[in-house]
């Protein structure tokens, strides 16, 4: 009985691992859009001498600019600062050029992460390429060097092989194409409510920190913005996250020498400027980095 026993749960452990090496040989050339990201900044080390980097605000900007050619955005959405941070020090060793960074900085940023967000699976799409998790469990670490994993569980990948081999340029998308008042307040609610802890806002502020002191340590020039808005999203926006980002910069501030540019309710920047609630449309981009980059 024993006997019968064990060998069930032997062919149970070779089927398991069976179908989990058929899947990672399966996805084993998917590449995702972060790996193309990492291979297009691996191939530019040599020539770039800015990064924009941050959450889908800052890749709205694109690598817009006088300087584009020699530019890279390292936006993802929803990107957080413990990510943006692990980016920046794994790649600025190797970028001999690099001049500026011009860095994202949400008020809500401050107490988000990838947790609070329900999205932890973006959390295992850095570690190829820079080494960090939130947590370096075993089980966590397996499924950062899956391919499988990595792809999310998304059979369709599956059919998009040949266009994964390319390294195309970042394109933005607007969220919403139709956008309406009540879809733009509850955009504002989704970021300053439902994906926002307080109790994060400590550990953020030491990861700004770091940040600031990485950028010092390389002698770059660095801007920590905030992209405008549209009035109805910070119209919408809860006032307590508002508060709580300003007690946190000049915090910060107090220690470690940097300038926060905010462009919250800047009325230079009118509603012909944005794709949609949130994010700047070129003529919007253009705009703004004009003003940061001549600052």
Request: proline fraction near 3%.
């Amino acid at each position: 009985m024993v006997r019968k026993f064990v060998i069930e749960i032997m062919v149970l452990i070779l089927l398991m691992g069976g179908s989990f090496g058929l899947l990672e040989f399966l996805f084993r050339d998917v590449r995702n859009d972060y790996d193309r990201r990492f291979d297009l900044l691996q191939q530019r080390y040599q020539t770039i001498t800015r990064i924009n980097i941050g959450n889908s605000h800052i890749g709205a900007l694109m690598n817009y600019g006088p300087d584009s050619a020699s530019c890279i955005n390292l936006s993802f959405g929803g990107q957080d600062i413990f990510h943006c941070y692990s980016v920046l020090k794994t790649c600025i060793p190797h970028m001999p050029e690099l001049k500026t960074v011009v860095f994202g900085l949400d008020y809500d940023l401050l107490g988000y992460d990838y947790i609070v967000a329900n999205e932890r699976w973006k959390d295992r799409q850095y570690y190829p390429y820079t080494g960090e998790l939130y947590d370096n469990s075993w089980s966590n670490i397996i499924q950062a060097r899956s391919a499988f994993f990595r792809s999310n569980r998304d059979f369709g990948l599956l059919t998009l092989l040949e266009s994964n081999k390319t390294v195309p340029e970042m394109v933005y998308m607007p969220v919403s194409f139709d956008e309406t008042p009540e879809s733009c307040t509850k955009r504002a609610i989704e970021h300053s409510k439902y994906k926002y802890s307080e109790d994060l806002i400590s550990n953020n502020e030491m990861i700004l920190a770091s940040v600031i002191q990485l950028c010092d340590n390389y002698s770059l020039q660095l801007w920590v913005v905030n992209t405008p808005k549209k009035i109805c999203y910070t119209d919408a926006y809860d006032q307590q996250v508002y508060d709580n980002a300003i007690v946190s910069i000049k915090r910060i501030q107090m220690t470690y020498s940097f300038e926060f540019i905010d462009f919250w309710k800047d009325p230079e920047f009118t509603d012909e400027d944005f794709a949609d609630s949130d994010h700047l449309n070129k003529r919007g981009a253009k705009k703004f980095l004009q003003k940061v980059l001549n600052n």
